[in-house]
């Protein structure tokens, strides 16, 4: 059965090191966060560009099933001790929708930022800059080819 690895992984390097601990193939998601393809709003992508790993959040707070996020004011009353737990999923995301949809819809208004649904994982930290999605292809790959030379090149050589 096949593996991916999932989780962590913004460059070659990272991709290397889960294939050389027997996954077959990563599942990036971050790294398409800011490309110029992507569907984020600039309001979205400029919280994404500034964001390091700490300003992320594991949180129910969205969807009721664990998910990394960018903290906002929306995760902080969350997180509060004078707040609810979260509901299970399906539950939470039938209370939160509108608001995620809305906020999705505004992005670039006033302070929705403030309460946006931001999904991203940590290695959003890694991510500076808007670029292309083929430019982040090729430089996932030219990583991760240099990774496996270094790592070869550092094998001992049986004759």
């Not at 998601?29 to 309001?43: I, N, R």
């Not at 959040?57 to 004078?82: C, F, H, Q, V, Y």
């Not at 930022?113 to 959003?124: D, L, M, R, Y």
């Not at 800059?129 to 090729?138: I, L, P, T």
């Amino acid at each position: 059965m096949p593996v991916l690895a999932a989780g962590g992984i913004g460059n070659g390097r990272q991709m290397a090191a889960a294939m050389a601990m027997g996954a077959q193939g990563i599942w990036a998601g971050s790294l398409w966060l800011t490309v110029e393809e992507s569907h984020s709003q600039p309001a979205q992508r400029e919280s994404y560009l500034n964001a390091t790993s700490e300003d992320t959040i594991r949180s129910r707070a969205w969807t009721g099933k664990p998910a990394r996020m960018l903290k906002n004011k929306w995760t902080e009353a969350w997180e509060s001790d004078d707040t609810p737990d979260p509901l299970p999923m399906p539950l939470q995301g039938m209370v939160t929708f509108d608001a995620i949809r809305r906020t999705a819809m505004y992005a670039d208004k006033g302070e929705a930022q403030a309460v946006s649904f931001n999904a991203a994982g940590q290695v959003i930290g890694q991510i500076n800059e808007v670029e292309s999605a083929k430019n982040v292809v090729f430089k996932l790959v030219s990583e991760y080819v240099d990774t496996l030379e270094k790592m070869n090149a550092s094998m001992p050589q049986i004759d």
